[in-house]
T-cell receptor, first 113, second 117 residues
Framework: GENVEQHPSTLSVQEGDSAVIKCTYSDSASNYFPWYKQELGKRPQLIIDIRSNVGEKKDQRIAVTLNKTAKHFSLHITETQPEDSAVYFC????????????FGTGTSLTVIP | NAGVTQTPKFRILKIGQSMTLQCAQDMNHNYMYWYRQDPGMGLKLIYYSVGAGITDKGEVPNGYNVSRSTTEDFPLRLELAAPSQTSVYFC????????????????FGPGTRLTVL
């Protein structure tokens, strides 16, 4: 099946700086890559996603880039704010072993005021 | 519109006991999923369903069973609970899984925190 690796596991940035989280995947058939934000004790919520026919997508301070050749995708958060502090998960959707989402192990982001 | 709901919120089980985690959605989504989330880890898929009467195994199905008799409900059954099943369980739903066919967003329920002692 698909294997998704996510780095770093923890990330601390000063407020206003940028944060970058990277994920790699193994299955070339994966074609949809969502990013989720999970605040402590809460449910994961989708913040941005990208499909395999697109190289980059932006939504205000958040952007995702995808390199299909290298099988990696990244989340970029600019002008970070304390409310961005949370755990972020990447995922890859693969049809090779059934219609399944495979999740990374998460990045705990702390934005220091 | 309640979205995805789960009950109970918390539960403590003894080893060998059984229980059913309830999940319901009111968005008329055809796809539903059960995940478990262990501390410091990502989400692992237990079972999923592409419609009423159809279920399939995910990455970690052992020790669990599901059924999908209606579009709205997708209960997860634990038989003979074991300490390894201590986790937070999330149910999720989505309208479509195919990027070319439209909306893929998974909506998650609030989770059930299960402890097996």
């Amino acid at each position: 099946g698909e294997n998704v690796e996510q780095h770093p596991s923890t990330l601390s940035v000063q407020e206003g700086d940028s944060a970058v989280i990277k994920c790699t995947y193994s299955d070339s058939a994966s074609n949809y890559f969502p990013w989720y934000k999970q605040e402590l004790g809460k449910r994961p919520q989708l913040i941005i996603d990208i499909r395999s026919n697109v190289g980059e997508k932006k939504d205000q301070r958040i952007a995702v880039t995808l390199n299909k050749t290298a099988k990696h995708f990244s989340l970029h958060i600019t002008e970070t704010q304390p409310e961005d502090s949370a755990v972020y998960f990447c995922a890859a959707f693969s049809t090779n072993t059934g219609n399944q989402f495979y999740f990374g192990t998460g990045t705990s982001l702390t934005v220091i005021p | 519109n309640a979205g995805v709901t789960q009950t109970p919120k918390f539960r403590i089980l003894k080893i060998g006991q059984s229980m059913t985690l309830q999940c319901a959605q009111d968005m008329n989504h055809n796809y539903m999923y059960w995940y478990r989330q262990d501390p410091g880890m990502g989400l692992k898929l237990i079972y999923y369903s592409v419609g009423a009467g159809i279920t399939d195994k995910g990455e970690v199905p052992n020790g669990y069973n599901v059924s999908r008799s209606t579009t709205e409900d997708f209960p997860l059954r634990l038989e003979l609970a074991a300490p390894s099943q201590t986790s937070v369980y999330f149910c999720a739903s989505s309208y479509s899984l195919s990027p070319g066919q439209g909306y893929n967003e998974q909506f998650f329920g609030p989770g059930t925190r299960l402890t097996v002692l």
